[in-house]
């Protein structure tokens, strides 16, 4: 059975030094199960200045058992509730699936240790987007590109940081502004902006969700 206790202190852990990490842990819903995690793209790599999405699910032995991570495919509402399309908000990496999101990484497998914390595990993450693993690939066609085509990798993976992983540059008040006007209320949208770093988009989805 999953030690919520655990989760809540890990939660708050991560609270108290979001502002220093950049990692950012927050329950779906009131189930603790469901947790979204995000991660700043680190300094120096083509995913720097993004902001990524990781769907959070843990299992029933947590936290004998490791947690469940992916990258999120985001869906984007514009204009409408009603209209919709998919667009990609995972990095593009050998370790990381274009496809679904799944990440290779051998703490989310047989490496896991109930001494690690949702925390460690993102920062292992993150480390990840430094440093590939291109022999071990989750994604063998990218995992070829970046061993025999690098540069093309890295003009490839930063546009697509660029064009789905950038969080909006409005002002708060302006997409504090544009999130009301889709019908959500003030006090929610300016709780739910704070929740997720500003970033306009994954507000959205959050909302949606809630």
């Not at 030690?3 to 890990?10: G, L, N, S, T």
């Not at 514009?78 to 209209?83: F, G, K, N, P, R």
Request: hydrophobic share 35%; charged share 25%; net charge negative.
């Amino acid at each position: 059975m999953i030690d919520f206790a655990r989760v809540q202190k890990e939660l708050q852990e991560c609270s108290r030094e979001k502002d220093s990490s950049g990692i950012r842990v927050s329950p779906k819903s009131d189930n603790l199960a469901r947790l979204t995690g995000i991660i700043p793209g680190p300094l120096g790599t083509p995913y720097e200045g993004g902001s990524f999405e990781i769907d959070i699910t843990l299992p029933d032995g947590y936290p004998f058992e490791p947690p469940k991570m992916k990258f999120v495919t985001k869906f984007r509402r514009w204009l409408t509730l009603e209209t919709s399309f998919c667009s990609i908000n995972h990095p593009r990496h050998p370790n990381i699936s274009s496809q679904s999101g799944a990440i290779c990484l051998d703490i989310l497998k047989d490496q896991w240790s109930p001494a690690l914390t949702l925390k460690t595990a993102l920062l292992s993450v993150q480390a990840l987007l430094s440093a590939p693993e291109p022999d071990d690939p989750q994604d063998a066609v990218v995992a070829q590109q970046y061993l025999r085509e690098y540069q093309t990798f890295v003009g490839t993976a930063r546009y697509w940081t660029e064009s789905f992983a950038k969080a909006s540059s409005l002002g708060v008040e302006e997409k504090v502004q544009r999130l009301v006007e889709m019908g959500f209320p003030d006090g929610l949208v300016r709780s739910t902006l704070e929740a997720v770093g500003g970033d306009e988009n994954l507000a959205l989805e959050k909302l949606l969700s809630s």
